[in-house]
Nanobody
């Protein structure tokens, strides 16, 4: 069972930046899809970005060009660099994994299909 622990959330003004981190442990097989989801108050969870074992990335349209997902395999850590933040980015951000993916990220993973592991989340608040 993989454990995912997020950090780095906080409150910033619109236009600012934050970097989220996710420490990953408890799963020795490293070739699986990892990513970030978020849930804003009163809204459903949505996929933000995913990265496969070869470093290929995919983003939600709402964050393309502003957010960057990356990973450090040596540190077992996943990152989400968020720039040009907007008030609508305010949400709880969750680190996620699909440990059954076999290395790639499925075509519908940003819709939640295949995601089987979730962290507890870190709160990001953007003020205007």
């Amino acid at each position: 069972q993989v454990q995912l622990v997020e950090s780095g959330g906080g409150s910033v003004q619109a236009g600012g930046s934050l970097r989220l981190s996710c420490e990953i442990s408890g799963y020795t097989y490293s070739r699986y899809c990892k990513g970030w989801f978020r849930q804003a108050p009163g809204k459903e969870r949505e996929g933000v970005a995913v990265i496969d074992s070869d470093g290929r990335t995919r983003y939600a349209d709402s964050v393309k060009g502003r957010f960057t997902i990356s990973k450090d395999n040596a540190k077992n850590t996943l990152y989400l660099q968020m720039n040009s933040l907007k008030p609508e980015d305010t949400a709880m951000y969750y680190c996620v994994a699909d440990t059954n993916s076999g290395g790639s990220c499925g075509p519908s993973v940003l819709d939640g299909y295949g995601v089987n592991s979730w962290g507890k989340g870190t709160l990001v608040t953007i003020s205007s």
